[in-house]
């Protein structure tokens, strides 16, 4: 990918490579930041790479929706306040906090880590629906509602639509995001507004 003969330290090339490893940043941007980065003191250094370290070995996910956390529950979870009879179920962790700017919800999540997608070799044992099945069964399903807060494209309407069928027979409610959102939107690049209207106003599920 990189040239050795393109940069006067084998360490720095080492650097670049690392950086332009990252989604969206090229060759030149990763050159950049890694002269920027050897312009910052050393300690400066030190605290972004042992950020990152602990990034890799200290983060947590929540033993009950996925969630990023610091510890086996994440912050939503633990907050006493919220309605854990109402699940919005998402794809990823962006969706949650795409959610949680909007202000509009108070419930909990179920975060999938995917969607179902053939051309990709993503099935849905691939994705946390099995834990969120076992979730709901071991609640009490009266009053339990199921927000699909997927995409609207074609993988999100296919992943929703298993998960229907997987829960439709537990008794539980299952409503969908009001379409403000256009065909195929991400939840993590639509505005609050428009995101937060589409929860208030969501919809019961029709398969």
């Known amino acids: 990918m ?10 720095l090339q080492e650097a670049v490579e690392a950086i332009g490893s990252l989604p969206g940043v090229g ?3 990763a050159l950049r930041l ?3 980065l050897l312009g910052q003191p050393a300690e400066n250094i030190h605290h972004f790479t042992a950020a990152i370290n602990r990034l890799a070995d200290d983060v947590h996910y929540c033993r009950t929706c996925q ?7 994440c912050s939503i979870c633990a907050d006493r306040t919220r309605d854990t009879r109402t699940i919005c179920v ?3 962790v962006r969706d949650v906090m795409s959610i949680e700017a909007t202000g509009q919800y108070r419930g909990v ?15 849905p044992s691939d994705l946390h629906i099995k834990e ?3 979730r709901i069964r071991g609640m009490q399903a009266e009053d339990i509602e199921i927000i699909l807060a997927l995409s609207g494209d074609v993988e999100g309407e296919t992943t929703s639509l298993y998960i229907y069928r997987q829960i439709e027979g537990l008794g539980v409610k299952v409503s969908t995001l009001a379409r403000g959102l256009g065909f195929g939107d ?15 106003a969501r919809q019961p599920f029709r398969p």
């Open 132 to 134: 969120l099945v076992e």
């Open 27 to 29: 060759s030149r941007s």
């Open 186 to 200: 991400d939840l993590e690049y639509a505005d609050a507004l428009t995101l937060g209207r589409s929860i208030v």
């Open 34 to 36: 890694a002269l920027h």
């Open 109 to 123: 999540y179920h975060i999938l880590g995917g969607i179902i997608s053939p051309i990709d070799g993503i099935g």
């Open 2 to 11: 990189y040239s050795t003969e393109k940069y006067p330290s084998q360490i």
């Open 90 to 92: 998402v794809e990823s």
């Open 67 to 73: 969630m990023i956390a610091d510890s086996d529950t």
